[in-house]
């Protein structure tokens, strides 16, 4: 399973990663349509960089009506299909983290595809905060990390709003 790997000691928010991404999937510079978000938090001086999980167990998959969210067997990510997407927003409300859009352009949800596994945000990430790799445990990995982060930003200790790493 290809997975892409954040580090938040790395990333310095230069948005390239937001820019290529936007470029790749709608042919534009708005940050907006960019399936990777860069958060920056000035109260911990936190450089956060977002994107899909590709979560083993993966709840949009789930809960899309449609069937429009598959596991791509080539790269193990999970895609939406933007014909059979129907715009529902189910998905959206079953991420756990946040990492769905929606593209109110064409009506329909968004996430990372991996670029078909040559993700075009690792390229031209300049600090090498993000990379590609092939693991679950990275996954599990960074889920758990920003769980900790999360739950110690917010202030209402670990197990606030914890979910299973």
Known sequence: ?????????????????????????AGDFYREHSN?????????????????????????QEVCPAAAITKNPATGG???DKDRCVGCKMCM??????????DTKRQRSQKCNLCGGDPKCVKFCISGALKL?????YARSNRAMFHRFMSEFSGCGPSCGELEP
């Open 1 to 25: 399973m290809l997975f892409i790997s954040m580090d938040l000691n790395k990333c310095v928010a230069c948005r390239n990663c937001e820019y290529v991404c936007a470029l790749t999937n």
């Open 93 to 102: 409300l079953a991420c756990p983290l946040g990492n769905i859009h929606y």
């Open 36 to 60: 990777i978000r860069v958060n920056y938090y000035h109260d911990v001086n936190v450089c956060m960089p977002l994107t899909c999980l590709q979560c083993e167990d993966a709840w949009c």
């Open 78 to 80: 999970i895609e939406i």
């Open 133 to 137: 790799v092939d693991s679950s445990d």
